[in-house]
């Protein structure tokens, strides 16, 4: 299996927080650049997060100041930690390097942000 896992989505009222989870199978190398990619219905998915090798991130600017990547290369995870959700972020999340390898995406984990 190459497919990456998410998990950590759910029901979240408008001001809440989530933690979502990216689980790297053991068959899969190194992932050097991790991203979380979110996507709704009908448009193209987007990168919200970046973690750099060297442990520098990049947001973008719709999730900056709310949103932290993070990850653990031991245990081969990685963490998107997401405070002060907006209806805007409803959306399906993924993790996967970056540039994504399509072999690797999974199946995404569905946040919905709604009062």
């Known amino acids: 299996q190459l497919q990456l896992t998410e998990s950590g989505g759910g029901l979240v009222q408008p001001g809440g927080s989530l933690r979502l989870s990216c689980a790297i199978p053991?068959?899969?190398?190194?992932?050097?650049?991790m991203g979380w990619f979110r996507q709704v219905p009908g448009k193209s998915r987007e990168l919200v997060a970046l973690?750099?090798?060297?442990?520098?991130?990049r947001y973008s600017d719709s999730v900056k100041g709310r949103f932290t990547i993070s990850r653990n290369n031991a245990e081969k995870r990685g963490y998107l930690q997401m405070d002060n959700l907006k209806p805007e972020d409803t959306a399906t999340y993924y993790c996967?390097?970056?540039?994504?390898?399509?072999?690797?995406w999974g199946r995404g984990t569905q946040v919905t942000v709604s009062s």
């Open positions: 053991p068959r899969v190398g190194t992932i050097s650049s």
């Open positions: 973690i750099l090798p060297n442990g520098e991130t």
């Open positions: 996967n390097q970056n540039p994504p390898n399509r072999v690797y």
